[in-house]
């Protein structure tokens, strides 16, 4: 079982007192097993489905309402009774553990902030440092390992970086300081805890420019709102819900929350903004007095979480997270969200695996001679057998296509058969409903086969590289994460880790000049998206949502970036595929989005590993550094560049 689930034992039994105390203190354990029984039953409840269970989180929320209350108006008795700052300490991070389940289900930040600030509370007050018994006990030094673990993932997720080096410091030298008196115990899963979260911040270490949340400041461009306002197309969608599955063998990860869709989780929320951003996360006391911390008391308020509404933004598309899921586990979650999902709202499906190609790989698929109605005719019929319909033109140049059974992803262990394999025609029956489809695997191109295949809905696909690309051969390591999930959440991190720059603090203000080329490249490219007469209604109908939009612009950037970093012959292997075509107004050779390219190799001055065929003489000699650093003056006195 992981430990950071573990549901720790009851309170430990007392001796019998005087009768009125002990009816307060049979009370109490009445109503720790009343919230623990509530508990256990929120916490099996499926994290999908649109099916309410708030009533069970109603339930289990006035159970531990009614415990902290009494715990409160009966303080003084039950310390002398026995109670313990640790037992304070654990119902407190229940009350953490309900908020942040219910933020996994809702995706409410809210939730989120109001179980880091019950964690914090509990940091503050030291309600698991107590005495000296108490760190001889196994089981409360375990309870208090579990509720660091906790703090650390939510800290993590809050992106509260100086809270998480704290955080890992003191947890791991309690983990050491474990090993060390309780030496029969076996602490190898919180030792892997320490591996994995220290490996998961290196990893993420470096390359924050800019919050990959989505910011009003940041994200919003100022020129292009009117003309995004403006647009309207026949039909407009809400992006409603998002399913994100992740399965690779030794991914980078902490507890069930893999480096990649940690980057999407972040890239489909919105930024707390303003004075409620820098709200003080640990609440004074109701009468405003400094808080006693050396006795077992302390006031937390149980009401938080509805104080922590942002007014100013609007909610956040919900999200089906799967850590390593099964095939059906996959097929279940999405089939449920597609059957409650409400009119005119789109699914956006993040899908991140390894893959095989089959007898041929499947991005020659479109070279091998074989129409596009013979690919869609073999995924239909969801048979091996070669269909009559276009094959002696597929076999003409000596080559055989792959039918839906040839190519596929892995969600689970290798060589154990087709039960693990999610195969393109998989998602067909999904498509009666309208799907972003993002599919990041080393097999993806075998999913264009869906494009046109479609039971009435078509998708929006985004393909990633068959390969990841990178300067230096040796930073092509998977444990990094993915380099086209990382383009989708982070772009500049991503273009700077391609080339093989790691930033540093004293050169800001030259990343800070770069994200002001990506801002007003993105602002270019969406007032020609939104002013296009011949965008797919795919696209169109979307373009209105600031999530998908920012993931199209992201898209856009990544594909022409790489396009002009790999070697042209090698177009198939390193290039991202989007389906339906986007405008060739926004292709990577069109001038507005070719120039982007062009200026950023400048301004990091890496022009020479960019294949910039019939530009390459203008760069000696500087001339178009100068020609750039004129430009970019000229933007900053103009009030064009985001300040």
């Not at 596009?372 to 094959?391: A, C, D, F, I, P």
């Not at 055989?400 to 998602?427: A, I, M, Q, T």
């Not at 002001?516 to 002013?531: D, H, K, P, Q, V």
Request: with cysteine; hydrophobic share 40%; net charge neutral.
């Amino acid at each position: 079982m992981n430990p950071m689930i573990e549901i720790g034992p009851e309170f430990g039994n007392r001796e019998k007192g005087m009768s009125e105390d002990y009816d307060v203190w049979k009370a109490l354990r009445a109503l720790v097993e009343d919230a623990d029984r509530k508990f256990a039953r929120v916490r099996d409840v499926p994290a999908y489905g649109r099916v309410s269970q708030n009533h069970l989180f109603h339930e289990v929320f006035d159970a531990y309402t009614l415990l902290w209350k009494h715990q409160q108006q009966h303080r003084a008795e039950l310390v002398q009774r026995g109670l313990k700052r640790w037992e304070i300490g654990e119902i407190a991070s229940r009350i953490g553990q309900l908020y942040f389940s219910q933020y996994m289900r809702t995706s409410e930040s809210r939730y989120l902030v109001a179980a880091c600030v019950f964690y914090e509370a509990i940091l503050s007050r030291r309600y698991f440092e107590g005495s000296e018994a108490s760190t001889k006990d196994l089981g409360v030094r375990s309870k208090e390992l579990r509720f660091y673990a906790r703090f650390l993932l939510v800290s993590v997720i809050l992106n509260r970086s100086e809270m998480v080096k704290h955080l890992m410091d003191r947890f791991v030298a309690l983990v050491d300081d474990c090993k060390n008196t309780f030496r029969e115990t076996s602490f190898k899963e919180w030792k892997q805890v320490v591996q994995e979260i220290v490996r998961f911040t290196k990893v993420d270490k470096g390359f924050s420019f800019r919050p990959m949340r989505y910011c009003a400041t940041f994200d919003s461009h100022r020129a292009s709102l009117p003309y995004v306002a403006r647009f309207h197309a026949k039909r407009v969608l809400k992006f409603h819900d998002a399913l994100l599955a992740s399965y690779h063998r030794n991914e980078v990860k902490f507890a069930e929350l893999t480096l990649d869709i940690y980057r999407m989780i972040q890239c489909l929320e919105w930024e707390p903004s303003g004075s409620f951003y820098q709200k003080n996360m640990v609440k004074p006391s109701e009468n405003g007095d400094v808080i006693d911390h050396s006795g077992a008391s302390g006031i937390i308020d149980m009401h938080l979480a509805a104080d922590m509404t942002d007014p100013t933004i609007p909610p956040n598309p919900r999200k089906a997270t799967l850590y390593r899921p099964s095939v059906t586990y996959v097929i279940a979650v999405l089939a449920t969200i597609c059957e409650e999902l409400p009119p005119d709202s789109i699914v956006l499906v993040y899908l991140s695996a390894s893959g095989k190609a089959g007898l041929n790989n499947v991005s020659q698929m479109e070279n091998s001679g074989g129409s596009s109605k013979y690919s869609r005719h073999k995924v239909l019929s969801q048979n091996s057998q070669e269909m009559n319909s276009g094959t002696s033109e597929s076999q003409s140049n000596g080559k055989r296509e792959l039918s839906c059974h040839d190519s596929y992803l892995w969600f689970g262990p290798k060589g154990n058969g087709g039960s693990n394999n999610l195969y393109p025609g998989d998602l067909i029956p999904f498509t009666r409903k309208p799907l972003f489809l993002v599919i990041d695997s080393d097999n993806s191109h075998a999913f264009k086969v869906l494009h046109g295949a479609e039971r009435g809905e078509t998708a929006a696909l985004f393909l990633s590289p068959l390969r990841p690309i990178f300067k230096n051969p040796s930073d092509v390591n998977s444990l990094n994460g993915s380099q086209f999930t990382f383009f989708l959440t982070a772009p500049l991190s991503a273009f700077c880790q391609m080339i093989g720059l790691v930033p540093n603090e004293a050169d800001l203000d030259i990343y800070s000049e770069a994200e002001n080329i990506i801002a007003n490249a993105f602002t270019e490219w969406e007032i020609i998206l939104c002013s296009s007469t011949t965008m797919n209604l795919v696209w169109a109908q979307v373009i209105s949502d600031p999530f998908l939009r920012r993931l199209i612009l992201r898209f856009i950037f990544c594909r022409s970036v790489i396009s002009f970093f790999c070697p042209p012959e090698e177009n198939e292997l390193y290039l991202p595929l989007c389906l339906p075509h986007l405008p060739t107004s926004v292709a990577p050779n069109s001038e507005a989005v070719r120039s982007v390219v062009v200026q950023l190799a400048m301004h990091f001055d890496v022009a020479d590993s960019f294949h910039f065929s019939n530009m390459t003489g203008l760069f000696s000699g500087g001339a178009w550094a100068v020609m750039w650093k004129i430009k970019l003056l000229a933007m900053v006195a103009s009030g064009c560049c985001v300040a």
